[in-house]
Nanobody, 122 residues
Framework: QVQLVESGGGLVQAGGSLRLSCEVSRGIFSIYTMGWYRQAPGKQRELVAA???????RYADAVKGRFTISRDNAKNTVYLQMNSLKPEDTAVYLCNAGGAFVLSTVAPGLTWGQGTQVTVSS
């Protein structure tokens, strides 16, 4: 069974940066489309960024130009570099495996990590 473990969240001031990591175990990481989602209190879970096994990426409009998703297949790890953070980026960030690019969006896979909290203070 595939397992995802996120790390790298924390508290940062507006304008700062964080890098999230998600390590995948017990699966064939290199073939998975990987995604980062986030969920703020009282809001629906939303896509932040996703990357296919071939390296094609997709971003939510709210994070374009500020966040970068990448993957290291040798380390079974996907990263989310977050720059110029804003208070509205505050949320639990969740890693997802096995999704698919569908038209202009990304359908999440069935496997989720436990999430890591990102808090951006103003």
């Amino acid at each position: 069974q595939v397992q995802l473990v996120e790390s790298g969240g924390g508290l940062v001031q507006a304008g700062g940066s964080l890098r999230l990591s998600c390590e995948v175990s017990r699966g064939i990481f290199s073939i998975y489309t990987m995604g980062w989602y986030r969920q703020a209190p009282g809001k629906q879970r939303e896509l932040v960024a996703a990357i296919t096994d071939g390296g094609t990426t997709r971003y939510a409009d709210a994070v374009k130009g500020r966040f970068t998703i990448s993957r290291d297949n040798a380390k079974n790890t996907v990263y989310l570099q977050m720059n110029s953070l804003k208070p509205e980026d505050t949320a639990v960030y969740l890693c997802n495996a096995g999704g698919a690019f569908v038209l202009s969006t990304v359908a999440p896979g069935l496997t989720w990590g436990q999430g890591t909290q990102v808090t951006v203070s103003s």
